[in-house]
């Protein structure tokens, strides 16, 4: 009898779990890290995705880049050639960098949900000359509200 209640609860149990957590988990994206790029640079997703950053060859890692985050996000810091998930909390644009090749233009941009009210600030971060030159293109990628 013990087998057959456990039976007829699993669904119940089941459905529940999915009601309290959401049935959309969210979607794991992945970004490279090879050579001297972020491929892709650019990436659209929404809030509860989550981003992993594989370090491919190379020396790699992905920073946070002050000011160009959403109010209220931790900044991070993943370890030079490690995998990092990043799970994305707010919307906004995230601006994020390889430290050791930050001057070469190594840089990249997660656009969040479809409010972007941290843009205007992100735009306005001073950058390395190479960097900036990059942002510059992945700006005009990110949707207009």
């Known amino acids: ?4 209640s456990t039976l007829v609860l699993m669904p119940a149990l089941v459905s529940f779990l999915l009601s309290v957590t959401g049935s959309n988990a969210g979607v794991i994206h992945t970004i490279k890290m090879d050579r001297d790029f972020f491929s892709p640079a650019y990436l659209e997703a929404q809030v509860g995705d ?17 000011g160009m985050i959403p109010a209220g996000v931790s900044p991070w810091r993943s370890r030079l050639k490690a ?5 994305l909390t707010k919307e906004g644009v995230y601006g994020y960098k390889c430290l050791p090749h930050f001057g070469k ?7 969040v949900g479809k409010q972007y009210n941290n843009l205007p600030q992100a735009k306005s971060t001073k950058l390395p000359a190479k960097a900036a030159a990059v942002f510059q293109k992945l700006f005009r990628r990110v949707p207009q509200n």
């Open 105 to 111: 233009g190594m840089v990249g941009l997660i656009a």
């Open 50 to 66: 989550t981003v992993r950053f594989v370090n491919v060859r190379g020396t790699h890692n992905t920073v946070s880049i002050s």
């Open 1 to 4: 009898m013990k087998k057959r």
């Open 83 to 87: 995998t990092y998930d990043l799970t």
